[in-house]
Every structure is written in structure tokens, then in C-alpha cells.
């Protein structure tokens, strides 16, 4: 498959895997980080701070979770946006989005869907990018939307007046997408005729109108007599006289005779089928999608000039009708939906009133000044853009956080300010990549859970409730009885362990060392060659021996 090749992309390879884990802390502008129901509040999350270090703190809670993404970023057009840096060379673009598709990736449901908004500059670079991530045979469609309600008279080529939006299943196989309503109003004209219960319908011959394969000898077992109403035998002839093939099998006939309408034609009764309107109800959905039908440029700033009367900070948000069209074909209510570039804040706002949950990121100080406001708007019953189609009345919650300390410090040590809680949906994710159950891990229990039948224990912060140096943290013979029981394979993550290797083993334990086992190690050579370049003022904690000392029987030696 072909790839694209760029200044940085070594670089942006590895950027992921760099990225340090951070947790997720209340943020000051929210009481408690929470905005309206407490309850429902669990349910929603905005985050602000620097996209790519959220996705990563986000993948121990969501990893696999998120139904459908939608992201606007940057277009990279050489103007200079207020809130965003959009005057970027292609290799520095390219190696931006690089490791936050890869974490978007890794977040995305297997039946899931990611949506990428875009115009020309970078479409085109994106559709590889994206195949290269996340697989060409997982590429659905690219969806042109008319922006522009009308042309630009001063552009010296073209007036363009459309975006792309690329859309990617992350199993191709598994992915599930919505069919579209279709409203009364929508229905053709040529469905002109009305069966005896009211149904509209239109008529379309039986026999099969292609080209050269509709024939009887390319498909025998589509030629056969049907019956007249004057009992005579029908084949399906074509109009040269050679013998042709029907629309339908035998059987579908047979299960769906009522839809069969005989018409007397010159040359004798012809056999046609009823399509009814109300079939027409769900369709497909296309890939060009009109101003008039999603909204424009024009419709978006409106929306947003009616929220925040006095701002001028987003010259290009998205319509309301856009981002429901999107969450309508990828979703169903209650499914999750992601928006890592959240801007003013629409796709948490139209996710919210279609009775979606959502998790929206944003960096600057707008998350505080327009995302914030606007949500609490929707929680209070704003009636602006997609309300009225959806029926929003107000209500629910969401909580409001940001980016907090790293997990580990550059030598690799556990920050002190990780709670248990926190470490174990990071074991949990590390040892299963899966989410932690439930979204959360509650700090109740060392015995995390099951997986593939190991049973995953965590000794940390005192969760036995002794925080002695060789209590509660340390596997000993004596915390070793007290832990739930597991039959199979166990697990176990803790400051140490008296045991030897050869006791471990015959108890079918394996043994891992915080911090060392947690993925430390990156760290710990970075800080290592910093120590030896005299950049740091002590040396990282050297690695050894897994235990503490013990003889088999867990006596110190």
C-alpha cells in the first residue's frame, strides 16, 4: 500500500509512545469539575489541554469505547487563526495529526466510525495518512459538503464552496451505520399511485431492464413462466425477442406475490412490482450533502454570533445540522462520541441533545470562555440550532476537567500524587488493553478483575489499609492469604515481594514491580542519558533484583 513520506516522520512514528501518561483533575472553573446533574455528569466529559495528552490519559477509562469521532482540525490554509496555529508546512501538519490518529485509533469502538473534516489543502494527504493508520480496506466514503451558499465573485480560479469529510470504520466488517429518514415532504413524485390501505407506490417492470447479463443464459435460473391473470404463461421476453431473466427468484415471487402487478399491455400482460413510499422511510446515505439540507458556513456563524453576541473568536465553526446528520448515520442514543478538536464546542453541544455521551478536548482558554458556557447553555435549555428538530428541553451533566501531573517523573519514579484508582485502570489497560470495567475502578479491592482467566491484583497506597514499607505494598506470605481468591494464573503488581522467583512460579504468580513493570522504562533511559550528559543532578534508580530477599519459605534472607 503506498505511504507518504515526510520531513519528521521518524519522529512522528514515535510521538505516541512518547507522550506521557496524565491524570485527569477537576478543573477550578466547575465546582468539583461538575456542571449540572451530578448523577448524569459521569456520562459527559470536557477536557481542557493539549490534544494529544489527552487521548492518552483518556485510553486506560476509553480505549475501544467510542462509537463515532468526529474531528475538524486545523485546515492548514497559511492563515492565522486566533485559537489554533494554522500556518503550518505540510510535514509539520502531517507530523501533528500522525499520533493522534494513532490514539484515536486505539480509542475507536471495533464497530465504530471517525469522521475527518478538511478542504483541499490537505484532504488529499489525509486520505493516505488515514489509510496508512487505519487501513485502506477500512476507508467508507468521502462526504462533500456544500460550505458555501453562494460563490465567491473575487477568487481568482475556482470559488470553492465545498469540505471534505473522510470517514474510516475501524473494522470495516464490523462497523454499523445508520440509514436516514425521509420525510413526507421528501418523497418523489413518481410514487403516483395509492394501494387500498393508503400506501403511495410506484410500479417497475419485474423483468430484469440491464445490459447483456440480464440474459437468459447468463442467469437460467431467473427465466421462468409466471402466471397471467388470464392464466397464460409469461417470460421474461426483451424487446429484440431473445429470452431475458426476471428481476426476482422463484421464491421471492412465491413470499411476495401481493407486490405483483399485472399491467395489459399492446403485446400482451406484463408483469411490474410495487415500490412503496414508506419504504423509502431509511435510505442510504449519500455522499454529497447540501447546504439546504446540513447547513453552511453562513448557518454555523449565525448560530454562533446568537450564543456569544460579542465574540468574534471562531471564523469557521460547523452547523449544528452538520454534526447531527453525522451523529445520526454513526450512532444510536447513548453511544459515545469524540471530539478531540471541540472549537466552540458544537459536537459536545448536538452529541448532548440527541441524548449521546460525549467527550470533548480543547486547549486554550476558549474551552473556559465559550466550550463551558455553551454546554451549560444546553444543560439549561438554549433552543438554538438542532433543538427545536430534536425536541431538547435541557438537562444532564457533564464534568469539566484538565491535564494534570504525569504518572511517572523523568526518572521513572510513581508520582506520589496517584491514586489508587487512577493506577489501576492504568494496570488494568496495560495488561488488557481494555478500558476499565465499568468506565472507573473503585478503590475497594486489590483483585481488579479477570481477564482471559489471570486474575489482575494491585498492592498500592495502602489499599489493605497498612501502608507499612513491608505491609500492605510488599507481596508477603501474610498479604498473600488475604487476598481474593482466584483459581488460575494470578497477577500481581506491588512495591515488592518477599518471595523468591521459584515460589512465585510454582504458584502459578507472576510478579510485576512498580514502578518498573508500569512502562516506566522509556523514562528511565531518558533520564539516564540525561545523567550522563550532566543534565541531571542524581542518577535514576537503577533496576534490580525483582525481589526483596526471600527464601521460599518468604523469610528474608
Not at 397464460?232 to 421464491?251: L, T
Not at 514499607?469 to 501474610?478: D, I
Amino acid at each position: 500500500m503506498p505511504t507518504l513520506t515526510w520531513t519528521g516522520k521518524e519522529d512522528a512514528l514515535r510521538a505516541a509512545s512518547l507522550v506521557p501518561f496524565r491524570l485527569l483533575e477537576p478543573h477550578a472553573a466547575a465546582k468539583g469539575g461538575i456542571v449540572g446533574d451530578p448523577k448524569a455528569a459521569q456520562d459527559n466529559l470536557l477536557i481542557q489541554g493539549d490534544n494529544l495528552e489527552a487521548l492518552k490519559a483518556l485510553l486506560p477509562y476509553y480505549a475501544g469505547r467510542v462509537k463515532c469521532i468526529y474531528i475538524d482540525p486545523p485546515y492548514n490554509t497559511g492563515s492565522a487563526f486566533e485559537h489554533y496555529d494554522d500556518n503550518l508546512e505540510h510535514s509539520t501538519w502531517l507530523s501533528m495529526m500522525y499520533p493522534r490518529l494513532e490514539l484515536l485509533r486505539e480509542l475507536l469502538a471495533e464497530d465504530g466510525s471517525i469522521w475527518i473534516n478538511l478542504d483541499d489543502n490537505e484532504s488529499h494527504y489525509l486520505k493516505t495518512l488515514g489509510d496508512e493508520i487505519m487501513g485502506r480496506s477500512s476507508f467508507i466514503a468521502n462526504v462533500i459538503w456544500e460550505k458555501s451558499d453562494s460563490p465567491r465573485m473575487d477568487a481568482e480560479f475556482f470559488s470553492s464552496r465545498h469540505d471534505h469529510i473522510l470517514v474510516w470504520a475501524r473494522n470495516i466488517k464490523r462497523c454499523t451505520l445508520n440509514r436516514l429518514d425521509v420525510s413526507e415532504e421528501e418523497i418523489p413524485e413518481h410514487y403516483d399511485k395509492v394501494d387500498p390501505s393508503g400506501r403511495q407506490y410506484y410500479l417497475k417492470p419485474l423483468r430484469a431492464m440491464g445490459g447483456q447479463g440480464e440474459t437468459r443464459e447468463s442467469r437460467p435460473n431467473l427465466y421462468y413462466p409466471l402466471i397471467a391473470p388470464d392464466g397464460q404463461e409469461v417470460y421474461p421476453i426483451r424487446p429484440n425477442g431473445a429470452d431475458g431473466a426476471w428481476r426476482w427468484s422463484r421464491e421471492k415471487v412465491s413470499e411476495e406475490r401481493e407486490r405483483i402487478e399485472w399491467v395489459a399491455g399492446r403485446s400482451g400482460w406484463v408483469p411490474y412490482f410495487r415500490i412503496y413510499a414508506d419504504q423509502m422511510r431509511a435510505r442510504p446515505p449519500e455522499t454529497v450533502w447540501s447546504f439546504d439540507q446540513v447547513g453552511s458556513n453562513r448557518t454555523s456563524k449565525a448560530e454562533i454570533k446568537k450564543l456569544f453576541p460579542d465574540s468574534e473568536s471562531f471564523s469557521t465553526p460547523k452547523p449544528e445540522k452538520l454534526i447531527k446528520r453525522i451523529i445520526e448515520i454513526a450512532t444510536q442514543p447513548g453511544d459515545l462520541v469524540l471530539d478531540s478538536f471541540l472549537g466552540s464546542g458544537t459536537t459536545a453541544a448536538v452529541a448532548h441533545k440527541m441524548g449521546r455521551r460525549w467527550i470533548g478536548v480543547e486547549m486554550g482558554d476558549h474551552a473556559v470562555t465559550h466550550c463551558l458556557p455553551r454546554l451549560q447553555k444546553v444543560i439549561d435549555g438554549e433552543q438554538g440550532g438542532i433543538s427545536e428538530a430534536v425536541s431538547w428541553k435541557g438537562g444532564s451533566g457533564f464534568r469539566f476537567v484538565k491535564l494534570g501531573d504525569t504518572l511517572f517523573d523523568a526518572f521513572g519514579r510513581l508520582n506520589p500524587k496517584v491514586k489508587f484508582a487512577d493506577l489501576a485502570a492504568f494496570v488494568w489497560w496495560r495488561e488488557t488493553k481494555a478500558p476499565a470495567i465499568g468506565g472507573s475502578i473503585k478503590a475497594t479491592s486489590p483483585f481488579l478483575g479477570v481477564h482471559e482467566g489471570r486474575g489482575l491484583y494491585l498492592l498500592y497506597n495502602g489499599i489493605l489499609g497498612d501502608k507499612r514499607s513491608k505491609g500492605g505494598n510488599v507481596l508477603t506470605p501474610a498479604v498473600l492469604a488475604s487476598l481474593p481468591k482466584h483459581d488460575g494464573p494470578r497477577i500481581v503488581y506491588a512495591e515488592a515481594t518477599t518471595y523468591s522467583p521459584s515460589s512465585l512460579s510454582r504458584m502459578n504468580i507472576t510478579f510485576k514491580q512498580i514502578p518498573y513493570d508500569l512502562g516506566s522504562m522509556p523514562l528511565l533511559a531518558e533520564g539516564a542519558l540525561e545523567y550522563a550528559a550532566g543534565l541531571m543532578p542524581e542518577a535514576p534508580r537503577a533496576l534490580t533484583a525483582r525481589t526483596a530477599g526471600a527464601g521460599e519459605d518468604g523469610e528474608h534472607v
